[in-house]
């Protein structure tokens, strides 16, 4: 059974997506490119052989011709549109966040509590890396014995020209951390506290966070979104027995000029582009399905990263350790 | 347009070009899976949702529900089965060597050559592995300076517990380096010298061999069929103003009793797993344009690893440095 | 001129000194070893051809015939034994603590002010560990712009069976890293925020540490005292444009069952050896010179490890971010 | 007892010898300085303290105040001098090679056995180099089964504008790895074959070698002069049960402009200073000791390494494969 996708969204990641399902995965249709610029999703349906393009989102949701959405608009339409889909009856993979507002990612998992299913998973493509993968393995089949500590660093090369605030590194980066140490770790957290080093003039500085897991782990994050030199994300779990790096793949190592040395890259897309694969591939099982994997995020999950960041926020603002406060979880999500 | 792939012969090699073909790439059908031993056939179809099952590879590729094959039998098969393909105008995949025989090799060219255009892809799949892009590139786009010397490591766990013999390092294994070392450096071998360490007792020993091309450029190959600390294939290529490594991909590093290491695999099929992919994915492409990639082996690079492999193998039984003897490269393949 | 020295202390720290100025350094002279068990100073003094051995630690410095002390005694003995070195006009390197009280450390820097000059070298060996010395480098020579953040990772095999508590992951182990990040980042502490994970039932747990500098970069610390798999020192510097992480030096790597490796050694005597002895050469020079080098911690520096110290332990006991108060620094010292 | 020296040459490696004794070791004088061009002699006499200077190398040697000498004057001169230190009764530490000219080698031999023990011990560094201690280690201790195979690359820089001649890349660099092969396989060879590759224009080209040894092990080595990149020394074991590299000890990794790094240094002196230090600390012990380690090289290593290195250059010139032809190995030397 081919499966025919609406993409909504042609932004960076609409067109990553509709890229992936388009010439990386079997059995799967571009049906329909959405974007209010119908420029661009023209010239990217011209480009992979998507059937249509639209401007209208929630009519692409609706169409018959449309199996499954996945959802790459701006970041306060996600969950709008997600009910949408919901309501539908179509599995929808939404790009993080759910919601920047908890209240919305509530009313998300309200409507598929009703419906009786999931039908969301949320584009935590982490969870498919597999870095994380080999690292929460390690956990679980006791190589590392009880996890007590996980470290992680996000780096990027540089913040966008405008439109970049410090408060971004919680809630658009380091949400990507929230929601796989949760993963890898299997628990929710308590407390988060944030640090700001004065950082260089004119330039948004890093975030450094310490939270606390409800088992008391301690996890921390680096955020630096000038870091200059590379793309560069790490991590390590360390646990009872020994420690788990997260490891970024590299193919070639050069020696030239009096260094030995490997290349970072610019952006994500390469470090993550298996994930993303792997994802957009778990995701399509799912649609046939009907059934989440153990892997993916759901809208728990959404939900729990939104307020851990709005904690991180907070915490930033404060200079104070700051609870977490989540609504007990739905057995639905159990 | 979905093109219908008969793949001719059931282990491995086959399973794994049926795998790839049916779960990870687009537009394309399982249309027949073909072997002698129709159970296994069987059930690799359906596990895989394969069309059809039959015995007569003859059949199979002729039948006109089949757009291209790949061939994954018995070495000695492959010539006629390609043969046979290319007069019925369908492109091949043909798994590595094109034929154990010279001649052969040279009447697969004789009938593409008559046809008027190339049929025939082998299956020589590291030119498609990220690691061995990179240092082609090193190398045109100037990084290097004028290439020196490729060094070139094979090792494998371990032997099979019958059949192979110490020339099949050579005919076998080697004929990977011999076709990837040609296309890095885009040049032919003129002569070969191979040297037999004594071994362990009961075990096929490693080979070393040193090569030289027309250019006067130093290639060496150890390959080590029972390495026994895991399956590890490595490479240097040394230019003018420096090197490129061949870096075996990790995406994590453990800290355990007191050692900090990545781990080895077993076998070659998660090291190339991308390169075959990729492979994979440009057979299709050719199958659909009617044009070889830049990257693809043709039947005059399967002509070539198996002149090379034949010069090898009397090398080390002589203990002489060996020539390389080609015909002259036909206008149509240049 | 031979300098002859006085160790006070055959244990662990003061038989590593003494093998150091006995076998692995010119112009020196073991003197005198000073140990209460007269038995394990003897044998010291048998095996690497000491002059004589006493009990009493202040005849010991006071003697005729010893030109400098090394101070390797129990902790609360370090600042009464470096004034009476102090009293005696005889240049000491002390072990650290200086002290684990904090008025004593000011008693020293008093004493030294009374004399004139600095008679006081601390035992903070990791400022002459060429990882650091990098380190450092890298931030005086503009390499790095700007310093950001400094992360560290402290992890011992595990705990002695008894005596270790909890705080002495703080006061023992963290010292090290409150020091070499003082020397590294060229600043002072203004405030530290401890956690503690749950931990191991029955072993101590770790600590992570946040540090405020008064530059407001930020110096994050785990101590892991039982961390199983090695002892592993790791730290990295992020400034404005780009990192440097601290390397342990390994000179070889081994394939063997599946797994490509480095060792880690038990504890930190193998990975700070060359630290120690370019210590304790500097420490000769100090002596023959009357001047300190640019690198040697002094006095102050004693006193700056042991506040920050005292600071952690309350903020570990508190969870709240403490602030770490500092005498002005003496114009002595600057 | 300290011992006083006296060091034949003041050039590059005199000096450092130089310095080690005076500046890294224990219980050694620097007696006399003697070099043709005393003003160089002198200007490292008055940095380091040395007694003396004077430019007649015999005289030196004979001198009452003079223990032991360190041969560093040209190559040419290596074996007289030796033969006036063994006559003299002094212990020697000759800089490779012990003479270009298997006869002398063989009449310092000769001089030895004469006297009834052993008096030279010869430059070889690299067996006090703790990566190639490792190495030897992991074969005695049965870590690797039985030894196959060992990969040496060894790159300089360049090449001095003028005086190397292609084949000092035998009998200048390789014939460390001759000898430290010999050394970690506890054999001997019988055949070299050498392969050059074209070479860039105007610059001494690379040479590749590979030799047999009595026991069939396969030693290849592969001398860069001008690799351009670095002062580069790799090596690889390769035994029955896996393989251990060769490890560069780095104290730092840098990550700037999208390269995570590690830097080469421009020639070998940083590389192994440790070894030099060792290796000079062991030749004390030698002199204090009459009794020579077993790390060290003696007059029948040197008469070795020369051996081969002449077998090298005529199998350079010959492009066959030529026979090592050694003198039985007297007695004495087993
Ligand atoms: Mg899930
Ligand atoms: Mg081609
Ligand atoms: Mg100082
Ligand atoms: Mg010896």
Not at 41 to 52: F, I, M, R, Y
Request: charged fraction near 20%; hydrophobic fraction near 45%; glycine fraction near 8%.
């Amino acid at each position: 059974m081919t499966i025919r996708i609406a993409i909504i969204g042609a932004g960076i990641m609409g067109a990553d997506h509709a890229r992936i399902f388009a010439t990386e995965l079997p059995s799967v249709r571009l049906q329909v490119l959405c974007d209010a610029a119908t420029d661009r999703a023209k010239a990217l349906a011209d480009q992979l052989g998507a059937q249509d393009v639209v401007s209208n989102p929630e009519a692409a949701i609706l169409r018959d011709d449309v199996d499954a959405v996945v959802i790459a608009s701006p970041d306060h339409t996600h969950a709008a549109l997600t009910l949408t889909a919901i309501n539908a009856g179509k599995p929808v993979l939404c790009e993080k966040p759910l919601s920047p507002n908890m209240d919305e990612c509530i009313q998300v998992m309200k409507a598929e509590e009703a419906l009786g299913r999931q039908m969301v998973q949320l584009g935590f493509m982490r969870r498919f890396d597999p870095s994380y993968s080999d690292m929460k393995l390690a956990l679980t089949d006791g190589t590392l014995g009880q996890a007590l500590m996980m470290h992680n660093f996000h780096r990027n090369v540089d913040t966008p020209p405008t439109g970049f605030e410090a408060s971004m590194a919680i809630t658009s980066s380091a949400c990507h951390e929230f929601d796989v140490a949760r993963f890898v770790l299997g628990t929710e957290f308590k407390s988060i506290t944030a640090f700001a080093p004065a950082g260089v003039a004119g330039k948004v500085g890093p975030v450094f966070m310490v939270l606390e897991t409800v088992d008391d782990q301690i996890v921390n994050i680096e955020v630096n979104n000038n870091a200059t030199y590379g793309y560069d994300v790490r991590g390590e779990l360390v646990g009872e027995k020994g420690s788990v790096f997260l490891n970024t793949p590299v193919t070639s190592k050069y020696n030239l000029g009096f260094k030995g040395y490997e290349s970072y890259p610019a952006d994500w897309r390469k470090r993550f582009s298996e994930a993303y694969r792997l994802q957009n591939k778990d995701f399509l099982q799912f649609v046939r399905s009907g059934k989440t994997s153990a892997a993916a995020a759901d809208a728990w999950d959404g939900y729990c990263s939104t307020a851990v960041a709005e904690a991180g926020v907070a915490a930033l603002a404060s200079g104070q350790k700051t609870a977490v406060s989540l609504i007990e979880k739905p057995a639905f999500y159990k």
